[in-house]
């Protein structure tokens, strides 16, 4: 099993510019989370899906951030347009019972 | 609502040293309680896990036993070496959610 794969594993762009994150859990995996990472606020949860529906989002920080799941092998965290304030590492993580499978995260960085 | 505290960092430690590091959690019900480990540059992975009260997880040296009575999760190890050196995630599963609760992350840093 190849595990959580997240891509790209670097982004660097302009202010403003869209982008967009991507995921693919682990098959069978039926839950999927993405969280955020920095120094200032550590891990912050920003959404999560069950069986592809997303169940709470109350984690996202504002209207230009959004995430959707097609399928339950796919997953993109898409901010639109992106601040200096969003930089931080983006991981992704699967599950089907007990405990979360990481993905090695995106490190954003806006300009 | 549910919550975990963890001990501050950095903890600093000699090669061959004895390592704890706190961990304490508030929740409803019987949570299963984990300890994750983030290596420089990478994602969280799995270290241990305990289900049930009394219960016992180990790995790779590492042990924390589930206390019920102190809510509490610690994770020891008897001799910590240079590649220990991480950031130490303590968390609970919320039972109505399926989410993790993490704490905020100990950093380890090990000296030879």
């Known amino acids: 099993d190849a595990g959580v794969i997240q891509s790209p594993r670097h982004e660097v762009t302009e202010m403003g510019q869209e982008v967009t994150l991507r995921c693919k859990p682990i098959?069978?995996?039926?839950?999927l989370f993405w969280y955020r990472q920095t120094m200032m606020r550590g891990l912050e949860l920003l959404i999560y899906f069950n069986n592809n529906v997303p169940i709470d989002d109350s984690g996202m920080p504002e209207d230009r951030f959004s995430a959707k799941m097609p399928n339950a092998s796919f997953s993109t965290l898409k901010i639109q347009p992106s601040e200096p304030r969003d930089s931080a590492v983006y991981f992704c993580?699967?599950?089907?019972?007990?405990?979360?499978?990481f993905g090695s995260g995106t490190r954003l960085t806006v300009v | 609502g549910n919550s975990v505290t963890q001990m501050e960092g950095p903890v600093t430690l000699s090669e061959e040293a004895f390592l704890t590091i706190n961990c304490t959690y508030t929740a409803t019900g019987y949570p299963s309680l984990f300890w994750y480990v983030q290596y420089p540059g990478e994602g969280l992975q799995l270290l241990l896990k305990a289900t049930k009260a009394d219960d016992k997880g180990s790995n790779k040296g590492f042990e924390a036993t589930y206390r019920k009575e102190t809510t509490s999760f610690h994770l020891e190890k008897g001799s910590v070496q240079v590649s220990d050196s991480a950031v130490y995630f303590c968390?609970?599963?919320?039972?109505?959610?399926?989410?993790?609760?993490f704490g905020t992350g100990t950093r380890l840093q090990v000296f030879p």
């Open positions: 993580a699967s599950s089907l019972t007990d405990g979360y499978t």
């Open positions: 098959s069978g995996h039926n839950s």
């Open positions: 968390a609970l599963s919320d039972q109505d959610t399926d989410k993790l609760i």
